[in-house]
């Protein structure tokens, strides 16, 4: 009862909530009529005059209204798109840093550019993060438009884009990216070893971040982590033994697998027959191990498939990211899993890795100031985005009612018998010329149902993680509307991609251009290695182009033909299409007849670029027409179907179906368009192998009944297969949950992470005397550390270690310390502190312990004077040392050792002869070698530790709290390390003037 009244009132609270939107539609809508008014260039003028509003006191929300009003007028004329009311309501969700749940297909991409804009404005920088390249690069040349067009400067990051160009893309206005780039790029700046080399905009490269698809960048891919690895090559050799080992080796006789853990076991046989073979003892022997070694090649040959978790391509093993569907080029498996894949396969083995840097994305996003979402599915995660992120999930009605029909599941008692079916399924919607998608889950079975297609003579697309086939990814996307369009796809065609019924105008233009354009650019062989890609070609109605149109064309032709040879221009296939490229946002930025000006003005120099221009409106045009009859036409048959051939096991617990299916489901009836999506599974597909439930009998039982031809459609069984999902998706419910009590902990090492990359960044940004301080910070800071392990302020100073004192002293000083000091004996020291006890003021800038040696004169100047005045009065605040009666003597050890350290050392360095940048130079990269050094092993530790816990927790004490305070301890730890290395190095380097590198490969 009590729970009913609650769940009420959430519905309510989301609906009271958007109606409170409703008020800033209101004031957006009233602004429309006279922002309509203005001319091109009035308008981009807002950008200005709202920029300056804002630098004059103005907040974000005065603006809001109008700067959402400009936004919608630009969209409106460059995209023809006008943004609904609603969509304006996703935009001020964005903006107040919460999650926008809209369902697929109602256009959050076009929702993201109000949100970006508006924050743009404040010219910190605005990153939209998307799942995949392809997507980051649509929306930033589709959405860049209306961005551009306002006057602000739109970046996009693409995998392998050097670094140069990262940055000038990292400091525009509003920057495109996808979240591993984002991830990578983060890292990689946290490794570098000069500024120049950092590409993202320090010292604050966060300001605000829409992240689309958020559940699948936050939730479902949140804890992975990104690792950037260095190598490591010493037990390369042993991989190939163990995988020949492994293929000796039997599953049930030698191993046992287990498919739920991901973990084999092997028996005992199993252990005498690898022993046998490799002619070891014990295959744990420490110095000799090859456990790890066996077990990881057995999980190789068990778990990991070619095609589908991987694909081999330039002799590497490349992963396929199982939710997306696309190669992961940069990513490996860790602890050895990918130099055994390679060693099945027969490849070269790559170095084993070490990690040198890691986070996962949910760290990575808790960097931002401010951060927000959208997704076609995130209320089921509301409780986990609130608790990580503190981001509520607005739920926003849908502009048009959803017309979409799910047909039933259909259940196949073989693989065979569901494949079959697809294939008639998708014939019999090839004859009616309805556009179809088929998804699948693997690149092995997306290839199966296309031979099955192809013996049948069916002209189809496959999209899959397969380089030739993802390269043609937005071409084969742009037509996968078309009347008889049939498009098989791996999960790439999943979130976010948008199928036009009747084909996209523009990418078809772009075709025809290039079809057309190309081949005069250039001589070098246009692809050939995609043939068969474009299969379903043939089958499309041909778009008929006017006389006008080819007119333009051949002129285009002519011209590029003509500019080739009288320039004498080479130039490559990349090259020439960037040329097209360029023309065709010229057409953008152009009106007609300013195009036609130029051409004129331009006749006496190759007017290349406004004769595509010209020509690609037209085909526009044509195009245009041609996809608007034909879109009409596919949606009389029904729009698209889309059928899915497995209930891929989602991470996700949702009573309907997976969140994957819902996706692919999600790429049909989109903005209200009709269309249809049936899922047809069978009692051989993985998933259910991989909870090992028993479905031989079933399978048995079903075939002697029935042929296994017939679907057992709304069958009890097929009941129990959807309880078999929820099953699955519970299992990881609970592994996730845990995995977030872990992460919590993990929160730890964020802040340690944070410290370290602070530091970093400090030192390398931050101007010389950063560093120089910091130094003689963690000199003093060595001292003190010294002091405390022999002189406990709560004992007489008669019972101190001033002996072992002293010779760590003289160690870390070394060459520096003048005889005097060194000579300097235990009862020298004891008896000049007996007489200082009573001491209780002190001249700062010239105090000596009583007897002894004075260090060098050289605090003079104010810098240096104030610097030591500062180091002592954080001595005398010093809380967190222990406190005791000797407090005060303790302190004035530690003034005058470290003092007297420091002394040396800033008198050997000026008297170097270096001037002062290269001296700065130096301290420089002594401090980021040694804290990356340390870093790079603390992960180590911590990944160990991890692992160390989970062993533990089998015992009484609580893991997750044994993590934290370990984890703690060794940070402090390697902090402490890091201070020590870095001061002996910067000693030993002043002092025996050593090559540089020397410190470091010593
Ligand atoms: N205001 C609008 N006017 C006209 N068409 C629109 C408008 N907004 C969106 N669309 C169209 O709706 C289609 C879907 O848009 P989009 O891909 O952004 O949806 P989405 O919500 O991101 O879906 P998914 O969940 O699949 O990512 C696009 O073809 C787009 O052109
Ligand atoms: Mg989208």
């Not at 778009?543 to 221009?569: D, R």
């Not at 009409?632 to 309907?656: A, C, P």
Request: glycine letters at 6%; a negative charge.
């Amino acid at each position: 009862m009590s729970s009913e009244i609650k769940w009420k009132d959430v519905l309510n609270l989301n609906s009271w909530v958007v109606r409170d939107y409703y008020r800033l539609v209101s004031s957006v809508n009233s602004l429309e009529p006279q922002i309509q008014r203005l001319s091109d260039e009035q308008l981009r003028e807002k950008t200005t005059e709202l920029r300056s509003r804002l630098s004059q006191g103005e907040t974000l929300a005065d603006i809001q209204a109008e700067a959402f009003s400009v936004v919608r007028e630009a969209a409106r004329r460059k995209l023809g798109m006008r943004h609904f009311d609603v969509q304006i309501i996703g935009g001020a969700v964005l903006h107040d840093g919460c999650i926008a749940e809209m369902k697929t297909g109602e256009g959050k991409t076009l929702v993201s550019t109000l949100a970006a804009y508006l924050n743009a404005l404040t010219g910190d920088g605005v990153h939209v993060v998307t799942v995949n390249d392809y997507l980051a690069r649509r929306d930033a040349e589709w959405m860049g438009r209306v961005h551009r067009f306002l006057g602000l400067s739109v970046g996009l990051i693409q995998g392998g884009m050097p670094l140069d160009e990262r940055r000038q893309n990292y400091n525009c206005d509003i920057t495109y990216t996808n979240n591993s780039e984002l991830g990578f790029d983060y890292l990689r700046d946290n490794l570098s070893h000069n500024k120049d080399e950092l590409v993202m905009r320090w010292p604050r490269p966060f300001h605000f971040a829409i992240v689309d698809e958020v559940d699948s960048v936050l939730i479902d891919e949140g804890r992975n982590p990104l690792l950037i690895s260095g190598e490591d090559r010493k037990d390369a050799a042993r991989y190939p033994v163990a995988a020949k080992v492994a293929e000796l080796l039997f599953n049930g006789a030698h191993y046992n697998v287990d498919l739920k853990q991901h973990s084999v076991d092997l028996t005992e046989e199993g252990v005498a027959l690898a022993e046998m073979i490799l002619e070891t003892n014990d295959l744990w022997d420490e110095n000799d191990p090859w456990a790890r070694f066996v077990t990881n090649a057995i999980k190789a040959k068990e778990f990991y498939r070619c095609d589908v978790q991987y694909i081999v391509r330039n002799g590497k093993a490349v992963i396929i990211n199982e939710l997306t569907g696309r190669v992961e080029e940069r990513r490996r498996w860790s602890d050895g899993i990918h130099q055994a894949v390679e060693a099945k396969e027969g490849l070269e083995i790559q170095a084993d890795s070490v990690v040198v840097a890691q986070i996962t994305y949910q760290s990575l996003f808790k960097l931002y100031p401010k951060l927000s979402g959208m997704t076609g599915t995130a209320k089921t995660e509301e409780k986990e985005f609130l608790k990580m992120f503190k981001m509520p999930v607005i739920e926003i009605p849908t502009n048009l009612p959803n017309i979409r029909q799910d047909l039933p599941i259909q259940a196949f008692a073989t693989a065979r018998g569901k494949w079959e079916h697809v294939r008639a399924e998708v014939e019999s919607m090839f004859q009616l010329g309805r556009p179809v998608l088929v998804g699948t889950t693997s690149v092995e079975n997306s290839e199966y149902l296309s031979d099955l297609l192809r013996a049948r003579s069916i002209p189809h697309n496959v999209l899959n993680a397969r380089p030739k086939y993802a390269a043609k990814e937005a071409e084969i996307i742009a037509q996968a509307g078309r009347k008889h369009a049939i498009t098989i796809s791996t999960n790439m065609a999943g979130r976010g991609t948008d199928i036009i019924l009747g084909g996209n105008a523009k990418m078809l233009a772009r075709g025809i251009l290039e079809d057309n354009v190309l081949p005069f650019l250039t001589k070098e062989p246009l692809n050939t290695e995609t043939e068969g890609v474009s299969l379903s070609q043939k089958a499309f109605s041909k778009i008929k182009l006017e006389p006008s149109s080819l007119a333009l064309l051949a002129k285009a032709a002519l011209m590029a033909k003509y500019v080739q040879k009288s320039e004498g221009n080479d130039w490559s296939v990349q090259k020439a299409k960037s040329i097209v490229l360029e023309s065709i946002e010229m057409s953008d930025i152009f009106e007609i007849e300013e195009l036609q000006m130029r051409l004129e003005e331009e006749a006496e120099s190759y007017p290349l670029l406004p004769v595509i221009a010209l020509a690609y409106l037209s085909v526009l045009k044509d195009c245009e027409l041609h996809c608007f009859n034909e879109g009409n036409e596919v949606k009389k048959l029904g729009g698209l179907h889309v059928i899915g051939t497995s209930l891929h096991e989602s991470r996700r617990i949702d009573n309907q179906a997976s969140s994957n299916c819902k996706h692919l489901r999600g790429r049909a009836g989109r903005q209200g368009d009709p269309g249809s999506t049936r899922f047809m599974v069978s009692l051989q597909d993985e998933m259910f192998r991989k909870f090992n439930f028993d479905t031989e009998w079933a399978v048995r039982l079903i075939s002697s009944m029935t042929n296994d031809d017939i679907p057992i459609e709304g069958h009890t069984i097929v009941k129990q297969l959807l309880g078999l999902q929820i099953n699955a998706e519970k299992y990881y419910f609970g592994i996730r949950k845990s995995l977030v009590e872990f992460d919590e902990v993990l929160e730890a090492s964020q802040v340690q992470r944070k410290h370290v990359y602070n530091l970093r960044q400090l030192i390398l940004t931050g101007n010389g005397g950063s560093s120089t301080e910091l130094i003689l910070q963690y000199m003093q800071a060595v001292v003190d550390e010294i002091i405390f392990e022999n002189a406990d302020p709560q004992k007489l100073p008669r019972k101190w270690n001033l002996g072992k004192f002293l010779d760590e002293f003289v160690w870390i000083g070394g060459k520096l310390l003048p005889e005097s000091l060194k000579e300097v004996k235990e009862e020298d020291l004891l008896s000049s502190v007996d007489q200082i006890k009573g001491l209780d003021s002190i001249d700062v800038d010239s105090f000596s312990l009583p007897n002894l040696p004075l260090r060098p004169n050289s605090f003079r100047g104010y810098r240096k004077k104030s610097s030591s005045l500062r180091r002592w009065l954080s001595i005398c605040s010093d809380d967190t040392a222990k406190r005791g009666k000797y407090t005060g003597t303790v302190n004035l050890l530690r003034k005058y050792f470290g003092d007297f350290i420091i002394a040396c050392y800033q008198d050997r360095v000026d008297n170097s002869g270096y001037d002062y940048a290269h001296i700065q130079k130096i301290e420089k990269e002594v401090i980021v070698k040694s804290l990356d050094r340390f870093w790079r092993d603390h992960l180590i530790n911590m990944n160990r530790l991890s692992s160390a816990v989970n062993v533990r927790s089998f015992g009484l004490r609580n893991p997750l709290e044994e993590y934290k305070i370990d984890g703690c301890r060794f940070f402090i730890s390697m902090l402490s390390a890091t201070r020590r290395l870095i001061i002996e190095s910067l000693i030993q380097f002043w002092s025996k003037n050593v090559v540089f590198e020397e410190i470091f490969t010593s």
